[in-house]
Structure formats: structure tokens, C-alpha cells
T-cell receptor, first 112, second 115 residues
Framework: KQEVTQIPAALSVPEGENLVLNCSFT??????LQWFRQDPGKGLTSLLL?????REQTSGRLNASLDKSSGRSTLYIAASQPGDSATYLC???????????FGKGITLSVRP | DTGVSQNPRHKITKRGQNVTFRCDPI?????LYWYRQTLGQGPEFLTY????????KSRLLSDRFSAERPKGSFSTLEIQRTEQGDSAMYLC?????????????FGDGTRLSIL
């Protein structure tokens, strides 16, 4: 059974800092990995999707990397801003139409 | 692209009542998923539709839960005889057709509170 872990559960950083959020998964036979952002009381916003054959994806200040063999992904946020404060979840899929298996998320607080 | 729409946004009901939630996926998305999220946890998969066919159900989906997607467009999730443990955010997601790496797009969810 696939398990996804995100540690730590919460993180607080000053504005402007570059930061890395970690995600690990137990079964390396994944199809893709997605990073999401969730604001309080809201649904999930897709940030980046990395295919199993890819090593990284970039969007603006965000960069996600994937090391499938070691079961790890990181989300790098450059020059963090207070507006980046949210919960960040990673999720893996084992097939094109498969369900997503989520971690518990990392709640990020960026202090002005 | 108007996004995934879920209604109602909030539902408060007494234990033992039946509730029904609706999800309208992004137009032309033939894949539709339901997830449940409790406080401090990531979403957990409940069920998956491809067009009108329900192709996968989680063991979390007890006999009190039923989901439908009668015409392959919107979907409903019904919970009968609600229990305290059913209190959660119920999230719907949709995905475009094809075998490629399209992301799942989520709605804002329906928050269910059981009194």
C-alpha cells in the first residue's frame, strides 16, 4: 500500500527566504506526482505535476523535483512571500486514471 | 474553463439524516473523483467515475454511501443515516480524457457537519 509522508507538519519562515518542502513515498512505481496548495476552508489548487520520467518541473518561483528511485520529491519556493502561506500537499498516482494518494501536508507560514 | 463546482459549500445536519452533495466537473472532463478530508489530514480517495461508469470504490465507502454520475456529467454523493464520523470536507476532482499526464482539478468542497 502506498504511503506518502510530509515532514515537518508545519513550517514558519521570514519573508524572502528560499525554502524546500519535502515529500516521500514508499512505493516507487508511480505514474506521476502532483503538488497542491490548499488555503483554509478551500479546495486544492494544482501547482505542479511531474511525470515519472521527469526529474523536475518549474512554474514561476516554484520548482518541484522527483527522485523516483529513492521515493522522494521536493518543492522549492524561491523568495517566499506572505501570500505563499498555505498548506502544501503532495500526492502520487500509480496510473493514468488512478486515484491520488496524499500526504498530510505541510502548513507554511511566511512572516512579513 | 469555469472550474469544478460543488454544492452546497456547507451542510449542517442532525445525526441520522440523509444528505446529498453535487459536483459539476470541468466541461468535457470525463474522469471524476470523490475524496474525503478530515482536519489535519490529506484527502482520502472514495470513488472514481469514467463517464457514467463507477470504476473504483474505496473500502471507506460504506453501504451508507452511494455515488452516481447518471449522464456522465455531474455527480452526486449521498450519505444515508449520517454519523458523527461523517463530518468532513468532501472534495470532488475532475480530469481530462486521455492517457497522458493531465492533473486532477479540485473543487472547493462541501463541508459536512453532523450535530
Amino acid at each position: 500500500k502506498q504511503e506518502v509522508t510530509q515532514i515537518p507538519a508545519a513550517l514558519s519562515v521570514p519573508e524572502g527566504e528560499n525554502l524546500v518542502l519535502n515529500c516521500s513515498f514508499t512505493d516507487s512505481a508511480i505514474y506521476n506526482l502532483q503538488w497542491f496548495r490548499q488555503d483554509p476552508g478551500k479546495g486544492l489548487t494544482s501547482l505542479l505535476l511531474i511525470q515519472s520520467s521527469q526529474r523536475e518541473q518549474t512554474s514561476g518561483r516554484l520548482n518541484a523535483s522527483l527522485d523516483k528511485s529513492s521515493g522522494r520529491s521536493t518543492l522549492y519556493i524561491a523568495a517566499s512571500q506572505p501570500g505563499d502561506s498555505a498548506t502544501y500537499l503532495c500526492a502520487v498516482s500509480s496510473g493514468a486514471n488512478s486515484k491520488l494518494t496524499f500526504g498530510k501536508g505541510i502548513t507554511l507560514s511566511v512572516r512579513p | 474553463d469555469t472550474g469544478v463546482s460543488q454544492n452546497p459549500r456547507h451542510k449542517i445536519t442532525k445525526r441520522g439524516q440523509n444528505v446529498t452533495f453535487r459536483c459539476d466537473p470541468i466541461s468535457e472532463h470525463n474522469r471524476l473523483y470523490w475524496y474525503r478530508q478530515t482536519l489535519g489530514q490529506g484527502p482520502e480517495f472514495l470513488t472514481y467515475f469514467q463517464n457514467e461508469a463507477q470504476l473504483e470504490k474505496s473500502r471507506l465507502l460504506s453501504d451508507r454511501f452511494s455515488a452516481e454520475r447518471p449522464k456522465g456529467s455531474f455527480s452526486t454523493l449521498e450519505i444515508q443515516r449520517t454519523e458523527q464520523g461523517d463530518s468532513a470536507m468532501y472534495l470532488c476532482a475532475s480530469r481530462a480524457p486521455g492517457e497522458g499526464n493531465q492533473p486532477q482539478h479540485f473543487g472547493d468542497g462541501t463541508r459536512l457537519s453532523i450535530l
